[in-house]
């Protein structure tokens, strides 16, 4: 039962285009969502969160988007760059916990 | 400033064997994570600690054991290593359920 999903497997942009990674959620008892940015052979980083009471937040190039009605949430990144192309996973937390779950990952490629 | 250390970074166990990840932070985190990553997956939970002498499963812990006597020291038990286990394995800190940081983490097959 894949609480978290990530349905696109992966994602070509052209650089200067703005990226889109998009993450659905089942459980509405989650409060809190993590983006993560991970290269081959390094652990995720971070990129950006949201509470579950805003609808957006911004981070320079990146801005985060939730849509709790829908359970949906959506990674926007403008400009992209070349080195943005990495493997994105999101992650929620179930309120209360102290835990993260995590989506399957999109594969961005960002074309020079 | 070294944040999550993950030892050993790759390691092939025969099935049957036994070995312990290791995993320590220097951020004096309270919080303590283990996951692991299978190809084209996402990262699924093991175990986790709010703190030393507390751990907890998470979604995937069979076959997996960890204990937490310190703060800065987290590690993952395999006792009899299966083909299944085999997966990249990442631990993390994180000093609120807020934001987590990730060791660069470890590569197993078990063959």
């Known amino acids: 039962d894949q609480q978290v999903k990530q349905n696109s497997p992966s994602l070509s942009v052209q650089e200067g285009r703005i990226s889109i990674l998009n993450c659905d959620y089942t459980?509405?008892?989650?409060?809190?969502f993590l983006w993560y940015k991970k290269y081959p052979a390094e652990g995720p980083t971070f990129l950006i969160s949201?509470?579950?009471?805003?609808d957006k937040n911004e981070d320079g190039r990146f801005t985060v988007f939730l849509n709790k009605s829908a359970k949906h949430l959506s990674l926007h990144i403008v400009p992209s760059q070349p080195g943005d192309s990495a493997v994105y996973f999101c992650?929620?937390?179930?309120?209360?916990?102290?835990?993260?779950?995590f989506g399957t990952g999109t594969r961005l490629k960002v074309l020079a | 400033n070294a944040g999550v250390t993950q030892t050993p970074k790759f390691r092939i166990l025969k099935i049957g064997q036994s070995m312990t990840l290791q995993c320590t932070q220097d951020?004096?985190?309270?919080?303590m994570y283990w996951y692991r990553q299978d190809p084209g997956m996402g990262l699924k939970l093991i175990y986790y600690s709010v703190g030393a002498g507390i751990t907890d499963k998470g979604e995937v812990p069979n076959g997996y054991n960890v204990s937490r006597s310190t703060t800065e020291d987290f590690p993952l038990r395999l006792e009899l290593a299966a083909p299944s286990q085999t997966s990249v394995y990442f631990c993390a800190s994180s000093p609120s359920p807020r934001l987590l940081f990730f060791g660069s983490g470890t590569q197993l097959s078990v063959l």
């Open positions: 949201i509470s579950s009471i805003k």
């Open positions: 992650a929620a937390n179930p309120a209360g916990t102290y835990k993260y779950i």
């Open positions: 459980n509405s008892m989650f409060d809190y």
């Open positions: 951020m004096n985190h309270n919080y």
